[in-house]
């Protein structure tokens, strides 16, 4: 039996059903795209910002891209946001880095999601702890945290 994370508890509770994932050894978002056998467009990293205002936003966009700050911070109003360091984050959010689900955080900061996400039927982010992956449609993502789609990359 392993442990449930926040996020699984928090779908659990809600009776919403989602496809788990386990691994070891992969590091990277393309390194865990390729132990779980899945495309790496479906597969999407969770990225916690802070901006000029001192506000938080997480942005999920696929593990292959990369976040442009200036797409991102113009999507949620702000002039500028940065990455929020690594040692932030567990304090923050209550998950490490390389283990932050957008579900179940401390809090709930404004999602968003890069619009490809619309193109799978379902896409795969983390579970709350390194080594973990959910799957989960995005009208059953809709039911546990608001979020916009957007184009968030470079």
């Known amino acids: 039996m392993v442990d449930k994370t926040n996020a699984m508890r928090k779908l659990d509770s809600m009776k919403i059903k989602y496809k788990e994932y386990f691994y070891t050894n992969a590091l990277s978002g393309i390194e865990v795209a390729t132990a ?10 969770t990225l916690v910002t802070v901006a000029k205002s001192g506000k938080n936003y997480v942005f999920l966009l696929p593990v292959l891209e990369e976040l442009d700050l200036k797409k991102a911070a113009a999507v949620v109003g702000e002039k500028a946001i940065d990455m929020v360091k690594s040692k932030e984050l567990l304090g923050l959010t209550g998950y490490v880095h390389g283990g932050c689900s957008p579900i179940g955080m ?3 900061f404004t999602t968003t999601i890069h619009q490809s996400a619309k193109d799978f039927e379902t896409i795969i982010f983390s579970g709350g702890k390194i080594g973990f992956q959910i799957e989960l449609s995005l009208e ?15």
Do not use: C
């Open 36 to 45: 779980l056998g899945e495309n790496p467009k479906q597969v999407f990293k």
């Open 106 to 108: 401390k809090k709930f």
């Open 140 to 154: 059953d993502l809709s039911k546990v945290i608001p979020y916009k789609l957007a184009d968030i990359v470079k």
